[in-house]
């Protein structure tokens, strides 16, 4: 993928997924299959490798927080499903191919993406429970908890709804793109520190970096949307204009949208510096989601 992306943990995380997906009865083939297709689909696998990552900078065995990876990955892949459905952002394609509800119908697409939420947490009890103490354990599913609720990922999604259409002051901006986007993948990090051992510093360090991450990461998802190509994004480009979405190229242009996803990554890395831990493949990451293309 890239000389600075960690596709070592990639192919594990990718691994992992295989082993760790949940098998159900043949009456409920359809809503695996839907699963399976979305949950495998082509893709970076960004927020679980920071998982890994996270843990791996503390000097911890990458693999110990391989379960909690997988199952923020689960999470993810349940929030696509939803977004495309037609009453939210109405798109057809993903990663390069036909979005869930259109493979599937909208109804077996709500249903696998509400197995693959509850999946998540079925699997961190289980598996990930098998190697963690109770209480970095507990930590771990409270990160996912409340990234995933009314102060995370569905807050930010209700606000991007309300702001359809309008333009929007800075703060509000921005807490669309930290909650919809920015709390799942703060989380990643967060699980990971808090699963590799690190102490109170080092996850608040972690947890700063990432939090810059996920904006540089939306930023650029945004403006990708407006000067990229629908081979190389995976998806059909436009479409944050052709919805009225509240976007920082929308609202600010192209080129200063660039500079507010270099300023972020640029705070991303800041938030690493004196840092008494490994940071060279975090500040990697930062610099391969500021100049990614797809």
Same mark, same amino acid.
């Given at each position: 993928?890239?000389?600075?992306?960690?596709?070592?943990?990639?192919?594990?995380?990718?691994?992992?997924?295989?082993?760790?997906?949940?098998?159900?009865?043949?009456?409920?083939?359809?809503?695996?299959?839907?699963?399976?297709?979305?949950?495998?689909?082509?893709?970076?696998?960004?927020?679980?490798?920071?998982?890994?990552?996270?843990?791996?900078?503390?000097?911890?065995?990458?693999? !110990?927080?391989?379960?909690?990876?997988? $199952?923020?990955?689960?999470?993810? #892949?349940?929030?696509? @499903?939803? +977004?495309? /459905?037609?009453?939210?952002?109405?798109?057809?394609?993903?990663?390069?191919?036909?979005?869930?509800?259109?493979?599937?119908?909208?109804?077996?697409?709500?249903?696998?993406?509400?197995?693959?939420?509850?999946?998540?947490?079925?699997?961190?009890?289980?598996?990930?429970?098998?190697?963690?103490?109770?209480?970095?354990?507990?930590?771990?599913?409270?990160?996912?908890?409340?990234?995933?609720?009314?102060?995370?990922?569905?807050?930010?999604?209700?606000?991007?709804?309300?702001?359809?259409?309008?333009?929007?002051?800075?703060?509000?901006?921005?807490?669309?793109?930290?909650?919809?986007?920015?709390?799942?993948?703060?989380?990643?990090?967060?699980?990971?520190?808090?699963?590799?051992?690190?102490?109170?510093?080092? !996850?608040?360090?972690?947890?700063?970096? $990432?939090?810059?991450?996920?904006? #540089?990461?939306?930023? @650029?998802? +945004?403006? /990708?949307?407006?000067?990229?190509?629908?081979?190389?994004?995976?998806?059909?480009?436009?479409?944050?204009?052709?919805?009225?979405?509240?976007?920082?190229?929308?609202?600010?242009?192209?080129?200063?949208?660039?500079?507010?996803?270099?300023?972020?990554?640029?705070?991303?890395?800041?938030?690493?510096?004196?840092?008494?831990?490994?940071?060279?493949?975090?500040?990697?990451?930062?610099?391969?989601?500021?100049?990614?293309?797809?």
């Amino acid at each position: 993928m890239s000389l600075s992306y960690p596709d070592d943990l990639k192919l594990l995380v990718n691994e992992a997924l295989r082993a760790y997906f949940p098998h159900s009865d043949e009456p409920l083939n359809t809503v695996s299959e839907a699963m399976a297709y979305s949950l495998f689909s082509p893709g970076k696998r960004f927020r679980p490798v920071l998982t890994l990552l996270a843990a791996e900078a503390l000097g911890a065995d990458p693999k !110990i927080a391989l379960p909690v990876a997988c $199952a923020i990955e689960f999470i993810h #892949t349940y929030s696509l @499903i939803h +977004d495309d /459905l037609p009453a939210i952002d109405n798109d057809d394609l993903r990663r390069g191919r036909a979005t869930c509800h259109v493979k599937f119908g909208e109804d077996v697409a709500i249903l696998a993406g509400d197995a693959l939420f509850a999946e998540a947490f079925v699997l961190v009890l289980t598996e990930q429970s098998k190697c963690t103490d109770p209480g970095p354990l507990l930590e771990a599913l409270k990160e996912l908890a409340v990234a995933t609720g009314i102060n995370g990922m569905v807050g930010g999604q209700v606000a991007d709804i309300m702001a359809t259409g309008l333009s929007v002051d800075r703060v509000t901006l921005e807490y669309i793109h930290n909650h919809k986007t920015g709390s799942l993948i703060t989380a990643a990090a967060r699980c990971g520190a808090i699963l590799g051992g690190g102490s109170f510093a080092q !996850i608040e360090a972690i947890s700063e970096y $990432a939090g810059h991450l996920g904006l #540089t990461f939306q930023i @650029i998802d +945004d403006i /990708l949307d407006v000067v990229g190509s629908t081979d190389g994004v995976g998806k059909h480009v436009g479409r944050d204009a052709d919805n009225r979405k509240t976007t920082f190229p929308g609202q600010l242009g192209v080129n200063r949208a660039q500079e507010e996803a270099q300023a972020t990554a640029a705070r991303a890395i800041e938030a690493l510096s004196g840092a008494r831990f490994r940071t060279d493949r975090l500040v990697d990451m930062a610099n391969f989601v500021l100049r990614r293309t797809s």
